[in-house]
């Protein structure tokens, strides 16, 4: 039992590329979302999804695009990287959205946009 | 809409010492409250939580919260810190229909 595993750990962009964010959990959780950590900030949802099939925006969505294909994965995709988008990206999942249910983290990955 | 409060930004105690966190909540009904702990390089670890009932929760590594409405506040308490404590402890609060909302953080230092 994995927990929730991200890929990759850190990566470094240039402004306009694009890539995915990899997020999967082991756990047959319902419910995933992705967070940003700024410093200062706190944590602040993106997106999050009750289950395959369904994904609805947070916080911060702007920039971001996701889909849940399969219960295990949920992953970010950035389109077009800008400096903004430099951060610390948690994904999260719990068994149902309800938030009597723990959600488990997991270990995040560092990106930088230059 | 709910919004969370950390006073402090950052805090320094001696190990041995005891420990006190101040989260603060605005939300008109009773909240769910939440805290994790980041420890370096990690992601969040739940260390509590309060949906109802008795107002002092126990959680995992010692630490306890107690709720209290009448300040609208949910302060993490340690009686005594040890080094592996040195982290970064974050409060969150829910309405129970909605996602957590996340406080800024409070970074916590422990020296010798």
């Known amino acids: 039992n994995a927990g929730v595993t991200q890929t990759p750990k850190f990566q470094v962009l240039k402004t306009g590329q694009s890539m995915t964010l990899q997020c999967a959990q082991d756990?047959?959780?319902?419910?995933m979302s992705w967070y940003r950590q700024d410093p200062g900030m706190g944590l602040r949802l993106i997106h999050y999804s009750v289950g395959a099939g369904i994904t609805d925006q947070g916080e911060v969505p702007n920039g971001y695009n996701v889909s849940r294909s399969t219960t295990e994965d949920f992953p970010l995709r950035l389109l077009s990287a800008a400096p903004s988008q430099t951060s610390v990206y948690f994904c999260?999942?719990?068994?149902?959205?309800?938030?009597?249910?723990?959600?488990?983290f997991g270990p995040g990955t560092r990106l930088t946009v230059l | 809409a709910q919004s969370v409060t950390q006073p402090d930004i950052h805090i320094t105690v001696s190990e041995g010492a005891s420990l006190e966190l101040r989260c603060n909540y605005s939300?008109?009904?009773?909240?769910?409250l939440f805290w994790y702990v980041q420890s370096p390089g990690q992601g969040l670890q739940l260390l509590l939580k309060?949906?109802?009932?008795?107002?002092l929760v126990q959680g995992i590594k010692g630490f306890e919260a107690e709720f209290k409405r009448s300040q609208s506040s949910f302060n993490l308490r340690k009686p005594s810190v040890h080094w592996s404590d040195a982290a970064e402890y974050f409060c969150a609060v829910s309405s129970g229909n909605t996602p957590l909302v996340f406080g800024k953080g409070t970074r916590l230092s422990v020296i010798a």
């Open positions: 309060y949906f109802s009932g008795d107002t």
């Open positions: 939300y008109g009904a009773t909240p769910y």
């Open positions: 999260a999942s719990s068994y149902s959205p309800l938030v009597t249910d723990t959600q488990y």
């Open positions: 756990m047959n959780h319902e419910y």
